[in-house]
């Protein structure tokens, strides 16, 4: 298993609480799109990278902000250089406000098989005070759209954490239930510095739920979604049988992926596990590209400690929790024996689900994960 | 060949907080060509950053300056700068005691203050002459002639043609010049006697050792001869005397009326003690200078490193700073929350302050301090007595016969319209009133009997701030009374956390623990279980707050993207958690005493 990822650091306006690398456009330039295309190309020639490729995920920004034509130039110039599994799932996240039944069309066209529309919520007052450009109504008819195009693998983004109203949040995932969504991606806002949310907040101006309200909301939301059939899968994620984000799983399983675009990172085996990183400004991104070089930032080689580490802390988000026999192929050794601390600590607060496939995390223990961790550093 | 002593003027300057003693002082030195102009700084006698930062005067130090009167004569001064807050009362007493004049410096646009009045007084007790000085008339604010009336009205000396100065301009400085002339008188004593020298104050140097600054009142003394501590009883062999100019420079000798400095190897200004007089081993004199005392602390608290490793370097800046301030004491303590660290002493609440500032700035330390306290006496029902400085200490309740805390006479001297407000403060703080007098139409003086533990730690900026900053406060210990003193401790999750004990008054035991504890709760980060915090008066609890359980400590996302810095996350996360006071099951940031402390 390996993934692909491409990112089209582009929005028509940025979320209040967003701190990803974007820049407002109202569409993709085409000297980005060509960039990209450049930079595929160089890596590819490189040689270094996986064998076969089951996953491309398109994320921003907004991606649904390139044309059909883009689209279809940069999927076609990435089957011709990769391997690109026949099975493979080919995701693009998409801004319900940026989009037509056409260029939906055009994107099913061109391979992309499964979509992830960014919702938030459903309350329209809510969605404009976070600076969002689109309204529950838009997102119904890009839903509907996206359908016809032939679209059936589909998830939706929803926030909690962005006022007191557990009601209003529960209602929202109760009507993306109903709208039969096969996947739900439902995280609690996180403010973070040097977002405009995060301003208005130091400045008093917005009063956050406090931090019991968030964790009631998102409990409920937990049985909420069960009950309709969404399971989870991951911290924040649930779906209906079969339907996992895959490339997400992949991240999850420590597995290997490029990345392409501004910002981007990449893992893959070489001696070392090694993480890339590209260079966050779109200006240093294009100069290193026309001189013909990769433009990387940072590269960082990892210890087998750090490694397995790794495998530990994104492991440990999935309900199923870290395959032990995953692991020790990978590593040669049991999670158990690797970490005794660890695991005497978990069991002592009873946070663990031991079972001979996997050591995960109850859902005290996914509540309280980061704690989980730090047993494990 | 020694200096004529009718030519010696020896004096200090007696001032408040801002009224320009330093500036005075500065403008001396230049009028006199002691400094060259190329090397003067502002406040040049405050050699301390934090002296010159706050503008205060912790350590005495001393200036010879040669002034040509108009007479033609050629005069030697020594001025003796000397601490102005009564936490050094006794150093100033000692400084004064080496003089035979004061310039006191009033500023035009203020008035006297309350802290001035008790340094007038103790020169005055010392037999000073007392050579007033209206500063700053350059102000639009000014009111010399009003001001001289004050002078005359509370002091009792003569004021009107007393020198009216700018010393930021250098206006008429020259009159406070001669003024010192005409006024202070020169020292008498025989060179030849047998050596009497009183130490003022005394500084480490690295190469010569501890340095005594003295004032020589009879013999004379060179390098070679043996010296004797009358107070100790130590002898020493003086390698160098010298006098400041105001940097030290060695002479051959000094004689009586000079004032200079002593090095004779000796290893810490622990032996060195200010008051002390030094004699001659081989001629001594048959008794020493009168008021000598032991300075003792008034003020303590815990000092602990918030980093535990740092314990070393902690006791090691402590040793270093003991070298240059003899009344700073120290000992080893350990508390179940903070662990090892320190129980200091200190003459009072800017000795405290100045201490752990020291601490922090030139030793980099980060410092976790508990609340001060003073040392409460205990009469426990056997009849015997015991005196404590850390609350932790109190023995049970029932060896308690009764508790006694140290009371002081303060005096307070304020604008009349702050009245009000000033006696309701003291009002708060359980004191008893004692009098009150108008100095003059506008401006009364206020005496209080108050508890020291009401005064020690917020209570001078409550005065502050009540007055706008036109109080000002002087106190003296007055002894002990009795009182009905409880031990205030804080459970929590019910285990009582040492550090965090204090000893109150039984009226505010209770807003002060329900306050505490209310804080506690606010400062102290969730954990994974529910922590209940507790004021407990004996077995007593007096107030409950609760730390909820942390629900939720997981990042909502985490992809491709996010790895390494995830990764960081955790890492700083995990840093912090080290970098907690485990007590009991809890952790507890080190902010979280000080926190604590801010409360009234």
Same mark, same amino acid.
């Given at each position: ?72 130039? @940069? #999927?076609?110039?990435? %089957?011709?250089? /990769? +391997?690109?599994? &026949?099975?493979? $799932? =080919? ?98 806002? @996180? #403010?973070?510095?040097? %977002?405009?949310? /995060? +301003?208005?907040? &130091?400045?008093? $101006? =917005? ?171 | ?600």
């Amino acid at each position: 298993m390996a993934g692909i990822y491409l990112h089209i650091p582009f929005c028509v306006k940025k979320c209040a609480y967003c701190d990803f690398v974007s820049f407002p456009e109202g569409s993709v330039p085409q000297s980005y799109v060509d960039a990209l295309l450049t930079e595929l190309e160089l890596v590819a020639r490189s040689g270094s990278y996986p064998a076969a490729f089951n996953t491309v995920f398109f994320g921003g920004g907004t991606p649904s902000l390139l044309t059909g034509e883009q689209m279809q130039s @940069i #999927l076609a110039s990435l %089957t011709a250089h /990769f +391997d690109i599994r &026949e099975s493979a $799932e =080919i995701s693009m996240e998409c801004n319900p406000g940026t989009v037509t039944p056409e260029k939906l069309a055009a994107y099913r066209t061109a391979g992309i098989n499964r979509l992830s529309i960014g919702l938030q919520s459903t309350h329209d007052a809510l969605l404009k005070s976070i600076g969002r450009i689109h309204t529950y109504q838009q997102f119904r008819e890009t839903l509907q759209s996206a359908r016809e195009a032939g679209f059936t693998n589909i998830n939706a983004d929803l926030m909690h954490g962005l006022s007191n109203q557990t009601e209003q949040y529960l209602e929202s995932l109760n009507a993306v239930c109903d709208l039969g969504v096969q996947h739900i991606s439902a995280y609690s806002l @996180i #403010l973070e510095e040097h %977002t405009p949310l /995060f +301003d208005c907040v &130091e400045r008093g $101006e =917005i009063t956050p739920p406090d931090e019991d309200r968030v964790a009631d909301m998102q409990d409920a939301g937990i049985d909420l979604l069960e009950t309709r059939g969404y399971y989870r899968y991951e911290i924040s994620n649930f779906a209906q049988e079969g339907y996992e984000c895959r490339h997400n799983l992949n991240y999850w399983h420590n597995g290997e992926y490029l990345g392409f675009g501004v910002a981007a990172h990449a893992v893959v085996r070489e001696k070392k596990w090694t993480r890339y990183a590209n260079v966050s400004s779109l200006e240093e991104y294009y100069r290193l590209l026309t001189r013909g070089k990769r433009p990387l930032a940072e590269t960082i080689r990892l210890a087998p400690r750090d490694e397995m580490f790794e495998c530990i802390m994104l492991g440990l988000r999935l309900v199923r929790g870290v395959d032990r026999a995953a692991f020790a192929a990978r590593f040669g050794f049991d999670v158990a024996d690797a970490y005794p601390y660890a695991m005497e600590q978990l069991r002592k607060r009873a946070w663990i689900v031991e079972t001979e496939q996997s050591i995960a995390l109850n859902r005290k223990g996914l509540d309280l994960q980061n704690e989980s961790l730090g047993f494990f550093m | 060949m020694a200096y004529p002593n009718e030519l010696i003027r020896n004096f200090s300057i007696i001032a408040h907080i801002d009224h320009g003693k330093s500036t005075l002082a500065d403008r001396m030195i230049e009028q006199t060509d002691t400094v060259a102009m190329r090397d003067m700084s502002e406040q040049l006698l405050d050699s301390m950053d934090i002296e010159r930062e706050r503008g205060i005067t912790i350590k005495s130090s001393a200036v010879r300056m040669f002034y040509t009167h108009t007479d033609g004569k050629r005069y030697m001064f020594n001025l003796i700068d000397t601490p102005g807050h009564v936490d050094f009362n006794y150093e100033v007493s000692r400084a004064l005691a080496a003089c035979e004049g004061a310039v006191l410096v009033v500023d035009a646009t203020q008035g006297i203050e309350a802290q001035t009045l008790a340094n007038v007084y103790l020169a005055v007790d010392n037999g000073l002459e007392v050579v007033p000085v209206i500063n700053k008339i350059d102000l639009p604010s000014a009111e010399p002639e009003r001001t001289a009336q004050e002078i005359e009205d509370v002091i009792g000396i003569e004021a009107h043609s007393a020198p009216k100065i700018s010393a930021k301009s250098g206006l008429n400085v020259d009159q406070v010049l001669a003024a010192v002339v005409k006024t202070v008188p020169p020292p008498v004593g025989d060179p030849d006697a047998p050596l009497t020298a009183l130490v003022f104050d005394c500084f480490y140097d690295n190469y010569k050792g501890a340095l005594s600054y003295v004032r020589v009142f009879d013999g004379t003394v060179r390098p070679g001869n043996r010296i004797r501590s009358m107070a100790t009883g130590h002898e020493f062999e003086v390698t160098e005397v010298g006098v400041f100019t105001p940097a030290p420079m060695s002479v051959d000798e000094l004689t009586a009326g000079e004032v200079g400095y002593i090095a004779a190897s000796i290893k810490s200004v622990a032996e060195t003690k200010v008051g002390d007089t030094i004699t001659s081993a081989d001629r001594p004199a048959s008794k020493p200078l009168p008021g000598y005392k032991q300075a003792n602390p008034m003020v303590f608290c815990g000092i602990y490193p918030a980093d535990g490793a740092q314990y070393g370097d902690l006791r090691d800046a402590l040793d270093k700073l003991r070298l240059n301030d003899a009344s700073l004491s120290y000992e080893q303590e350990t508390s179940n929350a903070l662990g090892y660290g320190f129980r200091c002493g200190f003459l009072g609440l800017l000795h405290m302050e100045i201490v752990q500032e020291r601490l922090e700035r030139e030793f980099d330390l980060d410092l976790v301090t508990t609340a001060p306290s003073v040392i409460y006496k205990i009469v426990l029902t056997t009849g015997e007595e015991e005196m404590i400085d850390n609350p932790s200490n109190l023995p049970p309740v029932t060896e308690i016969e009764h508790l006694e805390e140290p009371v002081v006479n303060a005096t307070i001297m304020t604008p009349s319209e702050y009245v009000g407000a000033l006696m309701e403060l003291c009002q708060e703080r359980r004191g008893i009133f004692m009098d009150m007098n108008y100095i003059e139409e506008s401006r009364v003086r206020i005496h209080y009997v108050l508890p020291l533990n009401e005064i020690i730690y917020d209570f001078f900026d409550q005065l502050k701030s009540r007055s706008r900053g036109y109080a000002s406060f002087d106190y003296e210990l007055k002894g002990y009374e009795k009182s009905d003193l409880v031990k205030l401790d804080f459970l929590l999750n019910g285990d009582v956390c040492d550090a965090l004990s204090t000893i109150v008054h039984r009226d505010r035991a209770y807003a002060k623990g329900r306050a505490v504890a209310e804080k506690l709760c606010e400062v102290i980060p969730r954990q994974q279980f529910e922590i209940p915090v507790q004021a407990a008066i004996g077995g007593k609890i007096i107030a409950r707050e609760t730390v909820r359980a942390v629900r939720k400590d997981v990042l909502a996302k985490c992809y491709g993207g996010d790895i390494t810095r995830k990764k960081k996350l955790l890492e700083k996360q995990k840093e912090g958690k080290k970098r907690m006071r485990q007590v009991g099951t809890v952790s507890l940031p080190s902010d979280a005493f000080m926190s604590v402390l801010r409360i009234n």
